[in-house]
C-alpha cells in the first residue's frame, strides 16, 4: 500500500467515530500469536497496530464490511475445522489451497504460522484493496510467497478462474457463498468445481451463516440479485443441482460448530453450518 494512497484516503471527511464500528481493548490468540511471532511486531505495539490497518481499511475500502467493521479478520476460522491438521500436512506435502473471498488473507497467514508453505496456498478477492491491507496488517509483502488474484469469481474469464482451473486441491471459501444470489452461488460453485484437481479427496470447506429452519419462501430477487441464506434443505439443493448440471461426482456434507454471534441471539433461529463439498 503505497503511503500517499493511505494519506489521501483518510483524508478530512473520514469518521474514525462511525457507530457501526466496534471498539477493540484487547487481541487475543490466535491472531496475536501470529503478529508476534510470525509479524514480529512487539507485544505492547499489537493493539495499536491492529486498529490502525482497521481505521485505514475503512478509509481506503469505503464501504461498511462487517468484517472490517466488527474486527473478524482477526479471527482465522481455518483452524477451527476439525480437518485443519490434515489440511496443513497436505500442504506441506505439495497440495494446493485457495482461500475464496481471502480478504486480508488471515487465513492463509494461519496456515503459514502453523507450518504450510507459503508458495503452495493462494488467495482471491474482489479487491485488490484487501490484499493490500493483508501485506500491512501481517507485514510479510517481501517474504510470504503466496499468489493472490484480484479477481472476480463470478467472471469465467477471470485470471483466478482461467490460471488456477485443475490446480487446487483444497479451496476454503469462510462466509462467502451466502453474500451472493442463488444463481451466482451456482456460477461460484461451479467454478470452484473447475479450479479443483480432477481427483478424489480434492474439496471444497467452509462456513455459512445458516437459517435453522427457513419459515419464508424466497424474495425473486434472493435468485438474481440479492443474498440467499440457506437453511440445510436448500444448500444440498443447491448442490444437487449443480452436480446435475456438470455430472460431476462429490460428496456434501455439513455439520454445527457452536457461533457466539449466533448464542448470543437465539431469536435468529441461526446458526454456523460448516461444509465440504468431497470430489470421488
Known amino acids: 500500500m503505497l503511503m500517499e494512497e493511505l494519506k489521501n484516503a483518510l483524508s478530512p471527511g473520514y469518521d474514525r467515530d462511525m457507530a457501526h464500528l466496534k471498539g477493540l481493548s484487547r487481541v487475543d490468540v490466535p491472531i496475536r500469536a501470529i503478529l508476534e511471532g510470525y509479524s514480529?511486531?512487539?507485544?505492547?505495539k499489537v493493539l495499536a497496530h491492529v486498529k490502525d490497518v482497521r481505521?485505514?481499511?475503512?478509509?481506503?475500502?469505503?464501504?461498511?464490511?462487517?468484517c472490517v467493521a466488527k474486527f473478524m479478520?482477526?479471527?482465522?476460522?481455518?483452524?477451527?475445522?476439525?480437518?485443519?491438521?490434515?489440511?496443513?500436512?497436505?500442504?506441506?506435502?505439495?497440495?494446493?489451497?485457495?482461500?475464496?473471498?481471502?480478504a486480508f488473507g488471515q487465513e492463509l497467514r494461519q496456515l503459514v504460522y502453523h507450518g504450510a508453505p507459503s508458495e503452495n496456498l493462494y488467495g482471491v478477492d474482489l479487491r485488490l484493496d484487501f490484499i493490500n491491507l493483508g501485506f500491512d496488517l501481517f507485514r510479510d509483502r517481501s517474504s510470504l510467497r503466496s499468489q493472490f488474484f484480484a479477481s472476480n469469481?463470478?467472471?469465467?474469464n477471470s485470471d483466478a478462474v482461467?490460471?488456477?482451473?485443475?490446480?487446487?486441491?483444497?479451496i476454503f471459501a469462510s462466509l462467502f457463498f451466502h453474500i451472493f444470489s442463488w444463481n451466482q452461488q451456482i456460477t461460484i460453485a461451479k467454478h470452484a468445481l473447475q479450479m479443483l484437481t480432477p481427483k478424489p479427496g480434492s474439496m471444497i470447506v467452509g462456513r455459512n451463516a445458516a437459517y435453522v429452519n427457513r419459515k419464508t419462501p424466497p424474495l425473486p430477487e434472493e435468485y438474481t440479485t440479492k443474498s440467499f441464506h440457506h437453511d440445510l434443505a436448500s444448500w444440498k439443493l443447491l448442490w444437487d443441482v449443480v452436480q446435475k448440471e456438470t455430472g460431476m461426482i462429490f460428496r456434501m456434507e455439513t455439520w454445527?460448530?457452536?457461533d457466539q454471534d449466533f448464542m448470543d441471539h437465539p431469536e435468529l433461529e441461526a446458526y454456523m453450518m460448516y461444509f465440504t463439498v468431497t470430489l470421488e
Open 40 to 44: 514480529n511486531i512487539e507485544p505492547d
Open 55 to 66: 481505521d485505514r481499511a475503512f478509509a481506503v475500502l469505503q464501504c461498511p464490511y462487517p
Open 73 to 102: 479478520f482477526l479471527e482465522p476460522a481455518i483452524s477451527t475445522l476439525p480437518c485443519f491438521d490434515a489440511i496443513v500436512e497436505r500442504v506441506k506435502e505439495g497440495e494446493k489451497l485457495l482461500d475464496m473471498g481471502c
Open 153 to 156: 469469481l463470478l467472471d469465467s
Open 162 to 170: 482461467v490460471e488456477l482451473t485443475g490446480k487446487i486441491d483444497i
Open 256 to 258: 454445527e460448530q457452536p
